[in-house]
T-cell receptor, first 113, second 113 residues
Framework: EPEVTQTPSHQVTQMGQEVILRCVPI?????FYWYRQILGQKVEFLVS????????KSEIFDDQFSVERPDGSNFTLKIRSTKLEDSAMYFC???????????FGDGTRLSIL | QQQVKQSPQSLIVQKGGISIINCAYE??????FPWYQQFPGKGPALLIA?????SEKKEGRFTISFNKSAKQFSLHIMDSQPGDSATYFC????????????FGTGTLLAVQP
């Protein structure tokens, strides 16, 4: 069964450094998402992306965050200057259409020191 | 109004028993209600989903009951098995132009053998 893959599984970064989280969505999917889950809390929406542009973003997704689809298979989340509070699990998801189920990857655990 | 409230926070059920997890929402614009199952170290996996024009949906041992007038929906796991032990999240999609999922706070289910 096709799946969303994320790399790395764990990223440790010094506060203030830039970090890029990578995702390969399911191949025929057109809509891409990033969510995050702070330890012990619920999953929170960050951003959705379609047709090479952001279609929606949450309050969490401030100027420090950006997303990009650099080629036909990858979808990335960049955090420009990481803060301690950015420590969380970051999940990528994709869906075939706007009203189709969203399928999640296994996440990247981001630890900011 | 954008919240989805989930209960209980944790649940212990004997093998063969019925597990019931409840969710409630306020926003009547929500148009799709999925349940996700999450094992430790893994991403949320879509389990079953329902739209508000249907009152019940069953897939194997998993059933969603949906009460549109009460703005509540629940997941029932029949004949619960130790392999069902996981965290379960209900979610709701914003409806209209938004495709983001709003998650409940999760229920940690433990099925005792």
């Amino acid at each position: 069964e096709p799946e969303v893959t994320q790399t790395p599984s764990h990223q440790v970064t010094q506060m203030g450094q830039e970090v890029i989280l990578r995702c390969v969505p399911i191949s025929n999917h057109l809509y891409f998402y990033w969510y995050r889950q702070i330890l012990g809390q619920k999953v929170e929406f960050l951003v959705s992306f379609y047709n090479n542009e952001i279609s929606e973003k949450s309050e969490i997704f401030d100027d420090q965050f950006s997303v990009e689809r650099p080629d036909g298979s990858n979808f990335t989340l960049k955090i420009r200057s990481t803060k301690l509070e950015d420590s969380a699990m970051y999940f990528c998801a994709s869906s075939a259409g706007v009203n189709q189920p969203q399928h999640f990857g296994d996440g990247t655990r981001l630890s900011i020191l | 109004q954008q919240q989805v409230k989930q209960s209980p926070q944790s649940l212990i059920v004997q093998k063969g028993g019925i597990s019931i997890i409840n969710c409630a929402y306020e926003n009547t614009a929500f148009d799709y209600f999925p349940w996700y199952q999450q094992f430790p170290g893994k991403g949320p996996a879509l389990l079953i989903a329902i739209r508000p024009d249907v009152s019940e949906k069953k897939e194997g041992r998993f059933t969603i009951s949906f009460n549109k007038s009460a703005k509540q929906f629940s997941l029932h796991i029949m004949d619960s098995q130790p392999g069902d032990s996981a965290t379960y999240f209900c979610a709701a999609r914003g409806g209209g132009a938004t495709n983001k999922l709003i998650f409940g706070t999760g229920t940690l289910l433990a099925v005792q053998p």
